[in-house]
């Protein structure tokens, strides 16, 4: 035990990353990296990916744009009540999971560019599949073996 306490003390993390997309999932990931970040005495910087659906009604004008920043907002607001109770700050952005113009423009790579970016110690991904209740537009299913093969920072998959 005193091994893992020593480890424990070596880890320094300031920056939690979580990207989220609105899933269940995303919502418990969200949860474990508060609880990291609690721990750590961090931030938790929360990424809203949208999926390659959202992304291109939006592009095309298929949808209103206005009424899924809504429910992005009140995914991520959730998110920081949550984290509120903790005393753990909470950043946000978001970003379009695809392109159809850069085919190296994927979540994966959207997660660890804004790891990087974000100058994140620590990953949080969800792994859990889809479920009929998530929202559509919900793209992180497939993405936690990607991040924990190419990652530069430590990654819990939950």
Same mark, same amino acid.
């Given at each position: 035990?005193?091994?893992?306490?020593?480890? !424990?003390?070596?880890?320094?993390?300031?920056?939690?990353?979580?990207?989220? !997309?609105?899933?269940?999932?995303?919502?418990?990931?969200?949860?474990?990296?508060?609880?990291?970040?609690?721990?750590?005495?961090?931030?938790?910087?929360?990424?809203?990916?949208?999926?390659?659906?959202?992304?291109?009604?939006?592009?095309?004008? &298929?949808? !209103?744009? &206005?009424?899924?920043? !809504?429910?992005?907002?009140?995914?991520?607001? &959730?998110?920081?009540?949550?984290?509120?109770?903790?005393?753990?700050?909470?950043?946000?952005?978001?970003?379009?999971?695809?392109?159809?113009?850069?085919?190296?423009?994927?979540?994966?790579?959207?997660?660890?560019?804004?790891?990087?970016?974000?100058?994140?110690?620590?990953?949080?991904?969800?792994?859990?599949?889809?479920?009929?209740?998530?929202?559509?537009?919900?793209?992180?299913?497939?993405?936690?073996?990607?991040?924990?093969?190419?990652?530069?920072?430590?990654?819990?998959?939950?």
């Amino acid at each position: 035990m005193a091994a893992l306490a020593d480890a !424990d003390m070596a880890l320094e993390v300031e920056t939690v990353l979580v990207p989220v !997309d609105g899933s269940d999932a995303a919502g418990t990931a969200a949860e474990y990296a508060v609880a990291v970040a609690e721990r750590y005495d961090a931030d938790v910087h929360a990424l809203f990916v949208l999926g390659d659906d959202v992304a291109q009604s939006i592009e095309e004008g &298929d949808i !209103d744009e &206005d009424a899924i920043a !809504d429910g992005h907002r009140a995914f991520l607001d &959730d998110i920081r009540a949550f984290a509120a109770d903790t005393d753990v700050p909470v950043g946000t952005s978001v970003m379009h999971g695809f392109s159809t113009r850069r085919k190296t423009h994927h979540p994966g790579n959207v997660i660890l560019d804004c790891a990087e970016d974000v100058d994140a110690d620590f990953i949080v991904v969800p792994r859990q599949g889809r479920t009929s209740a998530d929202p559509p537009g919900a793209v992180l299913e497939k993405v936690a073996e990607y991040v924990l093969l190419y990652a530069s920072q430590p990654v819990l998959s939950v």
